[in-house]
């Protein structure tokens, strides 16, 4: 971060480094976490295959041993950080597979899914916010509104269920699961993405654009927008040139959090579908206190969400070039 | 089907919905003898109707009396079948067979392998690998002949050392697999091979019904000398079908094994096993064209497309029972009055009404409904608030006040207890209820708790005892250790007289009844949706031979 650098570059910089701090520190929750869940693998694999009731004291100890159970958790964490440094990020303690294999495919289903709700979601709320928000009170901003606020209360899988009953049951005009062939993509049957996604749409877009509205109405009743209008600045140019981009950059770290809150809506909707993502991986590993394929996702997902944060904050900083100097 | 009950199950499966039928508080003596006679009567019918619908039958029986038609016609070979079964967890991470405990898994494996012997639809049992199992005068010593002409995926012939093998691997103590505890009465190392395909096996304890036991979840025969099973090492079976693919968590693909020992079987190409974890999805795909059979619907689903008609219901009559489990040996259970008190607040028929929508039958707190031995005499225990309030008060209990401990691990064990908590009001009892999480449930909760809640598959009452009831059983969930009822649970094992075993088997189970921990509400229905297009999907209970498996299956013109 020397003083010569480009200010857009140390802002960057400084950003990325801050990002990877802080998926650090959320993989240390993450492992802490999971240590003070009741019970640990051996107990949750004893409990299924040797003899219920959790197998005797010996057995549990034994196996504790044998999974590396027994030594202290912050030990067990670096090694799981020097792996991961290493690229290798284990076996899952419950089935023995390189954790690698497990979140592998999945994961990359599950970010096509987020990352194509993230891509509608940005120009609807921003689109149908802005449009709302530069006719504040009449007709159909009313309408937007109360649509808005009635899609944002919800929850994902009433959304889900009822674009199920409508489009794919009634309608029959698109699977109501996701089931794609075996070792294939969702894009390989596109047609299965489309109610996931209208799904995490549904139910994200109403708060996003009631925010980007809210945003556009205090931008249109500033000063400076009124002094730009007296001064006889075609609206559409207003608009594009004042409206938007200060109501939006505002609105963009909002963006980010909806977009991060994406991953736990995406776990609902995948159940619902089927959806060959990783939210199953996940909710058993977990119920099988499956430490190391826990740590993976959980990680990876942090870093989504805070890549996706940092974006905004870039995004922000490109926008606005005032921020690039703030704080010096 | 011990692991079943576990850890597989969805959670989420049972809506409270459905008619909440005019409640019967009847005296406990209202199920006559004569009733219980007809429903085992048609039990077995609907087993001859089974079988009948295999060879073709236009029917599908359901046990709530419905039928649905199917359109599939004659038997035919050919097609890619897709199943979707409950699962997608963890334990649905294995191609072993001795592992494999959850129902999806278990669907798995019961296509890819083969046991001795399994249940027929009337939990009676049928030779399947074995041509004969026949015991000294004793039951001291058994001998296992195989079926002549079986092959393994791979071109060898079954034989004697792979059936030594199986049994010596499921009971090596150092690998502790759950199917161990079933044959725990057999000597592995006195097995002793009598010529190709004969073994003769000596028993620790003596046993006049091994075949009950052989039939367990977990009793596969499996190829000499195998110890891994995954992609790299494709399981080698005799079944049905063979092992094409495995996605783990997500599918298994199946292939025809045309040299299957069975004739004429299985029609299908092809047969595809797909995870899915909620019952809705599971119906939303059958409904949607995705799959062709659902296994696992929730009751509330099933009256609905019943209604419907858009596909075939298939129902089994009896699945898994559904419990309350007091511990004898804990306060205030270890008080005779205490369990019946509770026994008595106890409303089945509203549980079965109104959490199962009607696809239950009551229990009276006995396993093994529709088992052989199963002792149908003794009176139905009803609700009767106003009697378990004089139990208390002569046991200096008025105004008890327990804790149920819940969890919504199984479907419509939450909706039992929020239930039970509210009849037991009525008899002054305030069942407090404390809700676990569903991912600890089995682990932390169940068996060590004194008041839980627990389920298990129903067949033979042999295999059931061995797991729960015994001194030494570790799944000992209600706290039950009467070295003297043990004794003579092994003398009755071993009686080879089928009319004395019988009546030992009443007695056995006469003391359960009165005494025992277990408050044994309903027998839920094991429900199953399918294309009308599908023939010979069968309502066979969980863990029977026909539950679950596509030998017997094909698809149809329609």
Redesign the interface.
Known sequence: MTCHAHPLLTACGRRLLAAAGVTGAATVLVFAGTEL???DAA??I???????????PE?IAALRAELGLDRPWALRYVDWLAGTVDGDLGR?L??G?PVTD?VGQRLGNTLLLAGLAAALLVPVAIGLGVWSGLQQGRFADRVTSAVAIGLQSLPEFVAA?GL?AVF??GL?LL???S?IP??TSPLARPETLVLPVASLLTVMAGQSVRMVRARTGEVVRAEYVRMARLHGIPERRLVWRYVIPNAVTPALQLLAGSVSWLIGGVVVVE????Y?GIS??LV?????R?VPVVQALAATMAACGILVYTAADLLAIVLVPKLRTSGH | MVQAQWFHEDGDGSTMVGPARARLALPSSVRSPAHQVNRRAFLRGLAVASSGLALGGGLTACASGQTSPTGAGEPRRGGRLRAVVSGASSSDDTLHPFVAGSWGAGIVMKNLFDKLCAYDDDLTVTNRLAESIEPNSDGSRWTIRLRDGVEWHDGKPLSADDLMYSIRYLLDPKSSFTGAKDLAMVDAEGLRKVDRRTVAVPMRQPIADLPSLLAGWYVYVIQDGTTAFDNDHPPVGTGPFRFGRWSPGDRVRLTRNDSYWESGRPYLDELEIIFITKPDTRLNALLGGDADVAHELAWAQAAAQERAGRVQVVTSPVGRMQSFNMMVDRKPFSDPDVREALKLAVDRQEIVDTVYSGYAEVGNDLYGLGAPLYHDDLPQRGYDPDKAKSLLRKAGQEGLTVTLHTSDVSPGMLEAATLYAEQARRAGIAIKLDKSPADSYWSQVWAKKPFAQGGWGNYALDWFYGQTMLSTSDRNETGWRRPDWDKRFFAARATMDPGLRERRYADLQQELWQDGGHIIHSFMQWIDGAQHKVGGVRGAPPASDGWGSYRDVWIGGA
């Open positions: 869940l009741p019970g107990e949750v004893l409990s299924r295959s040797a003899g219920g009731a959790g197998g005797t057995q899952s419950v089935s597979r497990i269920t199920i794919a049951l029959r699977p109501p699961v089931l075996d070792g159940q619902v579908f089927a060959p199953h991986e058993a590993a977990v119920a099988s499956d």
